[in-house]
């Protein structure tokens, strides 16, 4: 399974999501409040099915310290499900808060990560063709969003890896690589 990490500081929350691709169950969720090693047991790592998936960990700068805003946010497009993980503060919060209220979208919580989400399920103003665009959604976000962040962007059957354009917020990849007979992930290769 190769997975994109979005993981810095984090002391307060952790989650992965993970993809098979298929339509049935598109995503496979654990997150939750606590370090790492108190979120994440064998269990909970074995119902994470799939080839791809996205983590993160978090240390609030912005919303509060609530089970709510644990990452990666996951939301139902009318284009499919979507994950992200994102790391940083938006400079223009407030701006985009009131452009994506103003769209018509719900927000649950005063996270700049949600916030991000929802912008991204946005149509972008040039419109879309032929389903949704992705790099152009992304591109959009960007525009609307120049400071400062990077994200993981998971649909089902892919994943995005973005800086903002000053390139202010590390990104990290990795794979994880199945040891010995049971198959138990335990290595992270960068």
């Known amino acids: 399974m190769s997975i994109i990490l979005n993981v810095f500081r984090g002391q307060e929350s952790a989650g992965i999501v993970t993809s098979d691709g298929a339509e049935k169950k598109p995503f496979y969720v654990h997150k939750g409040m606590g370090m790492i090693s108190n979120v994440f047991n064998d269990d909970a790592i074995k119902k994470l099915k799939g080839n791809l998936g996205i983590g993160h960990t978090r240390y609030s700068t912005s919303a509060a310290s609530e089970e709510v805003n644990c ?8 284009q499919g499900p979507l994950a992200v993980a994102h790391n940083g503060e938006l400079v223009n919060c407030g701006s985009l ?9 719900g927000l649950s919580t005063h996270s700049d990560s949600e916030l991000i989400t929802q912008a991204l399920s946005l149509n972008p103003p040039e419109g879309e063709e032929n389903g949704p ?8 976000l960007m525009q609307l969003a120049p400071l400062s962040y990077s994200l993981v962007i998971m649909l089902k059957d892919r994943i995005y890896g ?16 199945p040891v010995g007979p049971a198959g138990r992930f335990s290595n992270i290769k960068h």
């Open 97 to 105: 808060r009131k452009m994506v209220l103003g769209r018509g979208v």
């Open 133 to 140: 665009d992705w790099p152009a959604r992304i591109k959009h």
């Open 162 to 177: 973005v800086r903002d354009p000053y390139g202010n917020r590390p990104l990290c990849i990795g794979k994880m690589l």
């Open 71 to 78: 990452q990666p946010f996951v939301v139902h497009t009318a």
